[in-house]
């Protein structure tokens, strides 16, 4: 018997899909080129100046001429400059630098744009994934990612003062007066540097997997001097701590798990009564239809997939690859966790925000 069958969207024309191919590959190139300008500080020194030529804004950056010549190019053909002519010179519109340097806003979209060239940086070893399975070295994604974040760290930074850390009743007024905080996949400690130096009274203990990125974020500790902060190499799903935190951070970590569930059992012993946990994850349903209506699906999609390829094969039936908000929301639940709130914040379309909460007078 014939079922009907409904697929998500009809196809173009061969016209129109051509076309469409053409933009993804133009705009493909000026993604790079302008991930390129915010790593060598060209458009930083455009918003710097009503306009200036091509050998001014190398002069300014401390760049080659040359080459910035070509960069130019691009980003006038690419409509992210305009050029005037009869003088020669280069200018970025005010409301371009207003969304590229975050003038104003709380997301800098030249930052983000780096997620494309950084992630590119695996293609060999996702198609040898794709050929003979996972999984992806984890290692080297984690290195990737905190590159990002560290090149991002000011977009991040306003945004957990402005955006998240809001989201915990009288949590920026705590701090001040001193909590014990952790924070689970660190990384290179960008996060929790900040923390410690703003709120001295609090003491803060960050685990990650990757030696690598605990030595780092141990050097920059050492080199500030600051006693209230500790980084820790440990496997995630193994915790050791038993009512010891009033406050657990899981950033952007849970999906490149292999055992997310796990994590969150050991998250809720090592919470205080009344402590609170505050997680950010990818902004994934189960259900493909309500996916396809994000305005960053596909961007949304292709972490995804990297994530799960970093985590797949590491153990058997590993539910990572998986995860999704409505899991998250049931895991925590069926674990005990209380108050379990998810929000969406205006300086990340990409992530789910999950503020949950440990029993009072329960203790492990």
């Known amino acids: 018997m014939m079922t009907e069958t409904t697929f998500?969207?009809?196809?173009?024309?061969?016209?129109?899909?051509?076309?469409?191919?053409?933009?993804?590959?133009?705009?493909?190139?000026?993604?790079?080129?302008?991930?390129?300008?915010?790593?060598?500080?060209?458009?930083?020194?455009?918003?710097?100046?009503?306009?200036?030529?091509?050998?001014?804004?190398?002069?300014?950056?401390?760049?080659?001429?040359?080459?910035?010549?070509?960069?130019?190019?691009?980003?006038?053909?690419?409509?992210?400059?305009?050029?005037?002519?009869?003088?020669?010179?280069?200018?970025?519109?005010?409301?371009?630098?207003?969304?590229?340097?975050?003038?104003?806003?709380?997301?800098?979209?030249?930052?983000?744009?780096?997620?494309?060239?950084?992630?590119?940086?695996?293609?060999?070893e996702i198609v040898t994934c794709f050929r003979a399975g996972g999984p992806l070295p984890s290692d080297l994604f984690s290195q990737l990612q905190s590159q990002l974040l560290e090149d991002n760290s000011v977009s991040i930074m306003n945004g957990l003062f402005k955006h998240v850390l809001p989201l915990v009743p009288r949590l920026i007024m705590q701090l001040c007066e001193g909590r014990d905080v952790l924070e689970l996949g660190c990384g290179a400690g960008h996060t929790l540097i900040e923390l410690a130096r703003t709120f001295p009274a609090s003491r803060f203990v960050g685990y990650d997997s990757s030696a690598t990125l605990i030595e780092k974020a141990s050097r920059s500790v050492a080199e500030e001097q600051l006693e209230n902060v500790t980084f820790i190499q440990r496997d995630l799903s193994v915790i050791h701590a038993i009512d010891s935190f009033d406050l657990i951070l899981a950033l952007d970590v849970l999906q490149d798990q292999a055992r997310p569930t796990r994590v969150l059992d050991q998250v809720l012993t090592a919470l205080r009564p009344g402590g609170t946990f505050l997680m950010q994850d990818l902004a994934r349903s189960r259900n493909r239809e309500l996916n396809l209506q994000h305005p960053l699906a596909a961007l949304m999609h292709s972490i995804s997939s990297l994530r799960s390829m970093a985590i797949v094969d590491r153990e058997q039936n590993a539910d990572g690859s998986r995860w999704c908000q409505e899991m998250a929301l049931q895991t925590l639940q069926e674990l005990g966790y209380e108050s379990i709130d998810v929000h969406t914040l205006p300086h990340d379309l990409v992530s789910d925000y999950y503020v949950a909460s440990k029993p009072r007078g329960i203790a492990s």
């Open 8 to 124: 998500t969207s009809g196809f173009d024309s061969t016209t129109q899909i051509e076309s469409r191919l053409q933009q993804m590959i133009n705009q493909g190139s000026l993604t790079l080129m302008l991930s390129i300008g915010y790593r060598t500080g060209l458009i930083r020194v455009l918003g710097e100046v009503d306009a200036a030529t091509s050998e001014e804004v190398a002069e300014r950056a401390g760049l080659q001429t040359r080459h910035v010549e070509d960069w130019l190019a691009v980003m006038t053909t690419g409509g992210i400059l305009e050029y005037d002519s009869l003088f020669q010179t280069y200018r970025l519109p005010a409301e371009q630098a207003a969304v590229l340097l975050q003038r104003g806003r709380t997301h800098a979209y030249a930052a983000s744009v780096q997620w494309v060239s950084l992630s590119g940086k695996l293609e060999d």
